[in-house]
């Protein structure tokens, strides 16, 4: 079992930044693909950037593509969301996610970190 706890999240002025932090526990991550989803109310999550287990291989959504920016320390077990150039649509309920590299589906996620970017 893989445990995971986002922190980091607020509020913050359209323009402005932040850097979310995930620290998983339980299980080392270093082999999991860790990613970031989010969910803005009466929307559907959807995906917002994911890592390899190596760093090697980061994929971000075209959204945020540019803005964001994903990194990871296996030997502290801890992914990061650096979040500039934040928009009001950027405002969502940020999840941290881990999964096997051959399966599909993320296995474990944290309980979410609110941002919110005003206009």
């Known amino acids: 079992q893989v445990q995971l706890v986002e922190s980091g999240g607020g509020l913050v002025q359209a323009g402005g930044s932040l850097t979310l932090s995930c620290a998983a526990s339980?299980?080392?991550?270093?082999?999991?693909?860790m990613g970031w989803l989010r969910q803005a109310p009466g929307k559907e999550r959807e995906f917002v950037g994911a890592?390899?287990?190596?760093?090697?291989?980061?994929r971000y959504a075209d959204s945020v593509k540019g803005r964001f920016t994903i990194s990871r320390d296996n030997a502290k077990n801890t992914v990061h969301l650096q979040m500039n150039s934040l928009k009001p649509e950027d405002t969502a309920v940020y999840y941290c996610?881990?999964?096997?590299?051959?399966?599909?589906?993320?296995?474990?996620w944290g309980q979410g970190t609110q941002v919110t970017v005003s206009s």
């Open positions: 890592i390899s287990w190596s760093g090697g291989y980061i």
């Open positions: 996610a881990a999964r096997r590299a051959e399966e599909t589906f993320y296995d474990y």
């Open positions: 339980g299980r080392t991550i270093s082999r999991y693909v």
